[in-house]
Every structure is written in structure tokens, then in C-alpha cells.
């Protein structure tokens, strides 16, 4: 998870928090890292590691205050010249009422946007889910890199069997994952990403 890169990764991390409009989403966290002697800006979406961690960060499905927050630090390193590094590990956006109907397919858009004319250097890691618009609010960097077992999808496998056959089943589940090619080989292959780990 997130937290455990960071921990592994970096010499040092300096979270900050709030999307200075309505409130922190611990589904993201953000801040300022030491990497290999130099400063960048960290973003990386957190599942949690209990229940009472898992509860409070939605099990890793990002808020809109979540999007407005990393969005706020990409901008910070922007301006300070820092590369961005993004940790990539999400089902997909939060779907609650509440985070709709503060924005959420807006907060995500507004990413996709912004980040791809973002003047500093960027690098995201799908580390092991990549679902959706939720991982894309995230993942829209100079190279994309991810973990030899990540996904990385714009819907889940079961998702896509539940609209394209009706079906819960292992096997439609199984089909679905085939047929959006979801793997890192197919990934790398397809050149959705430009590097596995």
C-alpha cells in the first residue's frame, strides 16, 4: 500500500492535508518527500490497513476533496519546480450521493485537464488497482509505470460483467478481465504504460 512506499521509498515525507474548500479526504495522501537527496511531491491513494483506516480512507475510492487536494499540491510543485511522483491504488472514485453531489465527476475532469498541461515532470505507479476515473484523477503523467501484478482499467472486471452479461459469475468475471486487457503485459504491450516493476 501507499503508506508502505512511502515508508520504504522515501528518507522522508511530510504530509499535508485539506483541499482548502471542504475537507481532507484520507483516501489521498499528499506532501512533500525526500527521494534519492531531492524534494518532490507525493500523491498516493491510501486503502488503509484496519477496518477503522479502511472506513475513514473508503477503502482507497477518492473524494472529490481527495482530486482537490492532490490537484492543489501538483500545482505547489509547479510552481516550486518539484516532479510530482503518483501512487496509483484504487477500485475507483468514491460513488456516494455526498461526493457527487460536491463535484465529483467535475474534481476528476478538472484533473484529467490540468495535469496534462502541468509544467513540471511527472511519474505514476499503478501499484495495484487502477480502476476507472478514480485512478485516472491520479494517473494522467509523463510516464506511467506499473507493479508486474497491478490492473489498470477504465472499469473493473466485475463491473463489466455486470453490464455486458447480467452476471456475478466467475467465469463472465474472468471473460470480462480477459477482453479489456487489464494486465501489465497487456498494458505494456498496448503502451497504456511505459514500464512494468
Known amino acids: 500500500q501507499t503508506a508502505d512506499y512511502i515508508a520504504m521509498i522515501f528518507e522522508e515525507f511530510v504530509e499535508l492535508h485539506g483541499d ?8 489521498i495522501k499528499t506532501g512533500l518527500a525526500r ?5 518532490v511531491v507525493l500523491i498516493g491513494q491510501h486503502k488503509g490497513k484496519d477496518t477503522r483506516q479502511r472506513l ?9 476533496e481527495g482530486y482537490r487536494k492532490a490537484l492543489r499540491l501538483m500545482k505547489f510543485a509547479e510552481k516550486m519546480k518539484f516532479p510530482v511522483i503518483c501512487l496509483i491504488d484504487t477500485p475507483g472514485a468514491f460513488p456516494g450521493v455526498g461526493a457527487e453531489e460536491r463535484g465529483q465527476f467535475s474534481a476528476i475532469a478538472v484533473n484529467l485537464m490540468e495535469m496534462a498541461r502541468l509544467k513540471t515532470r511527472t511519474l505514476g505507479v499503478v501499484l ?5 476515473g478514480g485512478a485516472l484523477g491520479i494517473a494522467v ?3 506511467l509505470l506499473v507493479m508486474e501484478n497491478a490492473w489498470f482499467s477504465v472499469i473493473s472486471p466485475e463491473g463489466c460483467a455486470a453490464i455486458l ?3 456475478s459469475d466467475k467465469d463472465k468475471i474472468a471473460e470480462a478481465a480477459a477482453a479489456l486487457k487489464i494486465t501489465a503485459n497487456d498494458l ?4 497504456v504504460v511505459d514500464e512494468i516493476i
Do not use: H, I, N, W
Not at 20 to 27: C, E, G, I, K, L
Open 141 to 143: 503523467v509523463d510516464r
Open 188 to 191: 505494456k504491450r498496448l503502451k
Open 165 to 167: 452479461f447480467k452476471s
Open 128 to 132: 495495484a488497482e487502477g480502476g476507472s
Open 35 to 39: 527521494f534519492e537527496g531531492k524534494t
Open 56 to 64: 475513514a480512507a473508503t477503502y482507497g475510492m477518492t473524494t472529490p
Open 20 to 27: 482548502r474548500y471542504f475537507q481532507d479526504d484520507p483516501a
